[in-house]
């Protein structure tokens, strides 16, 4: 990482009545959700344990979003990734 990121790790979101926070880890689903901060800017990726994610026709260890402005949106991308199967 280049200096000045910070790594969230992104716990329930806030439609379930919790705070994120940055030493919350939690998984949606079977995935887990980390959300870096670069510049004043959100980027979530997200993994699954033990396992690769098919995006877009490959295969990889993780899949990112693209640069966001908020953490809510990162997280929102992410998980709207997973829900509609864009990762799997």
């Known amino acids: 990482m280049t200096p000045g990121t910070r790594v969230w790790h992104v716990g329930p979101g806030r439609d379930q009545g919790r705070r994120m926070s940055a030493e919350t880890q939690t998984s ?3 995935y887990l959700i980390t959300v870096t901060e ?8 997200v993994t699954r344990e033990g ?3 098919e ?4 295969v990889s ?3 990112k979003t693209a640069s966001c402005a908020s953490l809510d949106r990162a997280v929102f991308v992410a998980k709207k ?8």
């Open 81 to 88: 990734a997973i829900d509609t199967d864009t990762i799997r």
């Open 61 to 63: 260890e993780g899949w």
């Open 38 to 45: 670069e510049a004043n800017r959100f980027t979530a990726r």
């Open 55 to 58: 995006h877009n026709g490959h």
């Open 28 to 30: 949606y689903h079977e």
């Open 51 to 53: 396992g690769h994610i």
